[in-house]
């Protein structure tokens, strides 16, 4: 008797974790994790929000595949999960350490959308502060990392899915519909039988006398009517 699978060793368990932290990673990129505060010119600028898709790219990339990674693992084998889990584990470091590079060096991040905004990007007396959400990501790749252990870890005790996999009963029974067709003449061969046989006995009495209607009829279809006289 198999002993009852605890509750953290589940598939949908792991998988919706997996794909809920990956989910949150890539939320925070939607949102503003700098605000800029620019210089002030004569020409006036409004400060700026850069969002985590601008101050942090590959967060977004990264999220992305921690995503589909955990959506994969629902329909991998044993030797594929494997490779989830190190795809999730990769996911998870590359989130945090694209996140930790953001919050290490905010200007930086910060750096393309002020060059955009007024064509310098280290232009003296910007102000660039954090908001909560790089901090967010980062905790949602260090988890997306653990997350990638916990699959390699539970999913040694998941069954293998045998949906499409014949059972012992319907190979026997397709064997014995096999014997039948192959001893049984189908209708189609004893058809073809009669009408060759029927064939050969009217070549064997000659060919039926023809008038000129029939002559020209068959001329029409593109025989010769003197090989039937």
Do not use: H
């Amino acid at each position: 008797m198999s002993t009852p699978m605890k509750r953290w060793q589940r598939k949908g368990t792991v998988i919706m974790a997996a794909v809920l932290f990956g989910i949150a990673a890539f939320a925070t990129t939607t949102r503003t994790w700098l605000n800029v505060q620019l210089p002030r010119t004569a020409v006036q600028t409004p400060d700026l929000a850069v969002s985590g898709s601008d101050a942090a790219t590959a967060v977004t990339a990264f999220a992305v595949v921690a995503i589909t990674a955990g959506l994969a693992a629902s329909i991998a084998g044993p030797v594929a999960r494997w490779i989830v889990s190190v795809i999730l584990m990769i996911s998870g470091v590359g989130v945090a350490a694209a996140s930790y590079t953001v919050i290490a060096d905010p200007e930086q991040g910060a750096a393309g959308a002020i060059g955009q905004a007024i064509g310098v990007s280290g232009a003296t007396g910007t102000v660039v502060t954090l908001t909560a959400l790089p901090w967010a990501a980062l905790v949602s790749g260090i988890l997306i990392a653990i997350t990638g252990v916990w699959l390699a870890v539970a999913s040694r005790g998941w069954k293998s899915s045998r949906r499409y996999a014949p059972s012992p009963a319907a190979a026997p029974a397709a064997a014995t519909a096999s014997a039948d067709t192959a001893g049984t003449p189908s209708a189609s061969a004893s058809n073809k039988g009669t009408e060759a046989g029927a064939a050969s006995a009217e070549e064997d009495n000659g060919p039926e006398p023809i008038d000129d209607i029939d002559s020209w009829d068959r001329l029409t279809r593109g025989d010769d009517p003197t090989n039937y006289r």
